[in-house]
């Protein structure tokens, strides 16, 4: 059976909706950077909507069903996102190496597209490729067939003005941030600032190219504090091995009453593995969805430099960069790395009776308990926005003891109930006499 190389691998993953795992069918890029057909876009159901009157609403955002994230709509809805030109172009390869599709010739307009010239870019038939093969200028062009073009080639044509199909958008108004064709410039942006194409692409990819500059050192901070959380992964499960191994040497010079106190032990060292486990799960999962952003992100934005069109890159300079500026400038608390107190076993002291025996050997855990802290205060029962809530956070330690105040306070995030995602819009403050107060 014949294997599929890494070049088909490619072009497969970037034709193909992440929704329905189908060739694009008119594909829009959402403000998070994934791209999902139209109609699996139109089939997201609402995640908040804008009053516009006694009876209509129009939607205003939508979950991504790719990395959750709720992102908002242009004005005009699902129809106004900007079209993803590479993945149309990628779907358009994989149909031509399938033999799907056919392309007219670029050059004579009659015959079958056969070969694209990556030189000229052009596709041209087999007389044309003849006649382009003897001519001495373009005899060392390089010509591929279409079915074995490359991953992130372009085979978009030409825009031409929706109003005057003749007419090539070759301009660009800075005033409306709209393409312009020759004729459009002259009526609808009279008086505007008119520049062609060629030469804002040119500004806004070095724009865009500063912006990828500034998010590489988030992306290596990012997989540098997974690689951290997975090292305290594995070191946990290390140290807990360790642990039981002493426990079980601990208990060998008891018969019956110790084989009790044994497994009391070893259940008190499984329950802190779990708990902290929990907690490096929770932070692993969070530095997973930020890195998964940050590449969606990144990536994005260098097939936009490296293979889009002028036309692309100048209507989605504007998504692209603010996507890069959220990243850069979210929260990145979650990257700190919390040391978390130790597993001790202490042999030598007093445990409980077991059997009637006097036991020895007690695991410590320190810190504070998530699961015998408690939460009490009328903020907790109603809350609403724009106004204060509060609440008093009772910090008690695995024996159950109450922790007193030492050093900083202590951290409060809201999560979303569904997402599990932290609540932007609402803000959280600790006081020094360890209220937290919620606010919209």
Do not use: W
């Not at 997973?288 to 100048?314: C, E, K, M, S, W």
């Amino acid at each position: 059976m014949a294997q599929t190389g890494p070049v088909e691998d490619i072009a497969a993953i970037m034709c193909r909706c992440p929704q329905c795992q189908e060739l694009f069918s008119d594909p829009r890029v959402l403000p998070c950077l994934h791209t999902l057909c139209m109609s699996c876009l139109q089939s997201l159901e609402p995640f908040s909507m804008l009053e516009r009157g006694q009876n209509q609403a129009t939607q205003r955002s939508v979950l991504c069903p790719v990395c959750d994230s709720e992102v908002s709509l242009p004005p005009g809805g699902i129809r106004d996102l900007v079209p993803d030109l590479l993945a149309q172009t990628e779907v358009l390869l994989e149909r031509l190496r399938r033999g799907g599709d056919e392309m007219p010739c670029d050059l004579c307009g009659d015959g079958k597209g056969e070969r694209r010239c990556l030189d000229c870019r052009a596709t041209m038939c087999e007389f044309c490729c003849l006649a382009h093969r003897r001519q001495k200028r373009t005899a060392g062009h390089s010509l591929l067939p279409l079915q074995d073009l490359p991953p992130g080639s372009s085979l978009s044509p030409a825009p031409v003005c929706p109003l005057h199909p003749l007419e090539e958008l070759r301009l660009f108004c800075e005033s409306c941030a709209l393409p312009s064709c020759r004729d459009c410039a002259l009526v609808k942006h009279l008086g505007h600032d008119i520049r062609p194409v060629v030469d804002v692409a040119a500004r806004h990819r070095a724009q865009l190219h500063g912006a990828l500059v500034k998010s590489e050192p988030q992306l290596e901070a990012l997989e540098n504090a997974l690689r951290t959380v997975q090292e305290l992964g594995e070191d946990l499960k290390s140290s807990a091995n360790l642990l039981r191994k002493e426990v079980e040497a601990f208990t060998e010079g008891y018969i019956r009453a110790i084989q009790d106190h044994k497994v009391r032990l070893l259940q008190d060292i499984e329950e802190e593995v779990r708990r902290k486990d929990q907690a490096l799960s929770l932070q692993r999962a969070r530095i997973h969805q930020q890195l998964a952003d940050v590449r969606t992100a990144t990536t994005f934005t260098r097939d936009l430099l490296d293979h889009g069109p002028d036309l692309h890159i100048v209507r989605a300079k504007a998504l692209v960069s603010g996507r890069l500026k959220e990243l850069n400038q979210g929260d990145h608390s979650q990257m700190e790395q919390t040391e978390a107190d130790r597993i001790v076993f202490n042999a030598t002291e007093k445990a409980a009776l077991c059997q009637g025996y006097q036991m020895y050997g007690v695991v410590k855990r320190g810190g504070v308990d998530p699961e015998r802290c408690q939460v009490r205060g009328q903020g907790l029962q109603t809350v609403q926005q724009g106004k204060l809530s509060s609440f008093t956070l009772t910090c008690n330690t695995n024996c159950g003891d109450q922790r007193e105040h030492r050093g900083a306070p202590p951290r409060a995030v809201i999560l979303h109930k569904e997402s599990g995602r932290s609540v932007s819009s609402v803000s959280v403050t600790v006081s020094t006499q360890h209220l937290l107060k919620l606010g919209s």
